[in-house]
């Protein structure tokens, strides 16, 4: 299946900091990725959706001049978390789409990454 | 936007009986209904997903149900076994729009 790489898999730095998580598309191209957040025993809270070769469409309540998104390739989203502060430290993950044919119709699947645990002191 | 509730939130079950987890959707528009399994501090992994022009689909233990007309889709265990023990989330989406995930459910399969 279609597998997809994050990294780093877990970062600590100090507050003030700016911290880059990318997030990769091994064996198929995508040209939509979503970066999700993850508190502990929450469920996935959707930042942005990265669009290759344009802006990322944020969520609302999600500053996007503090989580930078760029999506230069169709295999390649990174997510940088600028002037990291303790309230920042979560497991981020993301996700791409593969949009292929199957049985005639459009699967619209979507393939995570292992996840980025940030934490910052 | 989509609003997707799940049902319940924490589940226990003896091994080998069946688990049952519900959601609700509120965009008639969403067509593509995924559910997700994650074990804890990994990423989440597909394990079935169910398109709007099919009321079930079965993948060995696992099933799928969905009723369009009242926007509910049901995520069916049998033989539940330890190691189904993990958090499900079910999600929906319109297609090429975003998808929008359900609170989770912890399943607890007691051997």
């Known amino acids: 299946g279609a597998v997809v790489s994050q990294h780093p898999s877990w970062v600590i730095c100090k507050s003030g900091t700016s911290v880059k998580i990318e997030c990769r598309s091994l064996d198929f191209q995508a040209t939509t990725m979503f970066w999700y957040r993850q508190f502990p025993k929450q469920s996935l809270m959707l930042m942005a959706t990265?669009?290759?070769?344009?802006?990322?469409?944020?969520e609302q309540g999600v500053e996007k001049d503090k989580f930078l998104i760029n999506h230069a390739s169709l295999t390649l989203s990174t997510l940088t978390v600028t002037s990291a502060h303790p309230e920042d430290s979560s497991f981020y993950i993301c996700?791409?789409?593969?949009?292929?044919?199957?049985?005639?119709?459009?699967?619209?699947?979507?393939?995570f990454g292992p996840g980025t645990r940030l934490t910052v002191l | 936007g989509e609003n997707v509730e799940q049902h319940p939130s924490t589940l226990s079950v003896q091994e080998g009986d069946s688990a049952v987890i519900k959601c609700t959707y509120s965009?008639?528009?969403?067509?593509?209904f995924p559910w997700y399994k994650q074990e804890l501090g990994k990423r989440p992994q597909l394990i079935i997903d169910i398109r709007s022009n099919v009321g079930e689909k079965k993948d060995q233990r696992i099933a799928v149900t969905l009723n369009k007309t009242a926007k509910h889709f049901s995520l069916h265990i049998t033989e539940t076994q330890p190691e189904d023990s993990a958090v499900y989330f079910c999600a929906a989406t319109g297609g090429y729009q975003k998808v929008t995930f359900g609170t989770g459910t912890k399943l607890q399969v007691i051997p």
């Open positions: 965009d008639s528009a969403s067509n593509y």
């Open positions: 996700s791409a789409r593969d949009s292929g044919l199957a049985g005639g119709g459009l699967t619209d699947t979507q393939y």
């Open positions: 990265s669009n290759e070769g344009s802006k990322a469409t944020y």
